[in-house]
Antibody, heavy 117, light 110 residues
Framework: EVQLVESGGGLVKPGGSLRLSCAAS????????MNWVRQAPGKGLEWVSS????????HYADSVKGRFTISRDNAKNSLYLQMNSLRGEDAAVYYC??????????WGRGILVTVSS | QSALTQPRSVSGSPGQSITISCTGT?????????VSWYQQHPGKAPKVMIY???KRPSGVPDRFSGSKSGNTASLTISGLQADDEADYYC??????????FGTGTKVTVL
């Protein structure tokens, strides 16, 4: 069974940093591209970042470019999102999501990030 | 990248059919046959219902169907059931390994 479990969320002050992790199991993690998708409270889904299976190709939404860094450790079956210079508009539930080729097929349960002073 | 445009809400009675539209541009929906649709119940993670415009993952009822014409994609739910009440989001590949989601549609079963 495919499982994606996010961790590392919480409350952070504006301008602060946070590192999200996603532990993957039930599939060959190193064979899949992965994504981070977020959802602000009461709002819609927003694609944040993607990383290819080997980690070679990385892309970001304009809203986070230069502040967020996606990475992965295939030996640990883990995906990461380093978030720096956090703003109020970054507050959201962040989902780790597997890419099956031009769409996401599995999602984690999400982790809440709150940005407030 | 601007979000794809969806109606804020759509409703129907049990057994009826409804259609949700998703309008993008020639750079996303119109450029690729990679539109997917997600169902999200309150407090839950999204679930893929349609991918590659009209393909259904295993386990998704054939009451759900997708199509595309030009810059607009559509999701049709036929034989509406109570459990179909949820938020629905379209998503399009937008090139260079990026995606853009729709604004979301709340489906209400009357």
């Amino acid at each position: 069974e495919v499982q994606l479990v996010e961790s590392g969320g919480g409350l952070v002050k504006p301008g602060g940093s946070l590192r999200l992790s996603c532990a993957a199991s039930g599939f060959t993690f190193s064979s899949y591209s992965m994504n981070w998708v977020r959802q602000a409270p009461g709002k819609g889904l927003e694609w944040v970042s993607s990383i290819s299976s080997s980690g070679t190709y990385i892309h970001y939404a304009d809203s986070v470019k230069g502040r967020f860094t996606i990475s992965r450790d295939n030996a640990k079956n883990s995906l990461y999102l380093q978030m720096n210079s956090l703003r109020g508009e970054d507050a959201a539930v962040y989902y780790c999501a597997r890419d099956l080729g031009w769409h996401v097929d599995y999602w984690g349960r999400g982790i809440l990030v709150t940005v407030s002073s | 990248q601007s979000a794809l445009t969806q109606p804020r809400s759509v409703s129907g009675s049990p057994g009826q059919s409804i259609t949700i539209s998703c309008t993008g541009t020639s750079s996303d929906v119109g450029a690729f046959n990679y539109v997917s649709w997600y169902q999200q119940h309150p407090g839950k993670a999204p679930k893929v219902m349609i991918y590659d415009v009209s393909k259904r993952p295993s386990g998704v009822p054939d009451r759900f169907s997708g199509s595309k014409s030009g810059n607009t994609a559509s999701l049709t739910i036929s034989g509406l059931q109570a459990d179909d009440e949820a938020d629905y989001y379209c998503c399009s590949y937008a090139g260079s390994y990026t995606y853009v989601f729709g604004t979301g549609t709340k489906v209400t079963v009357l």
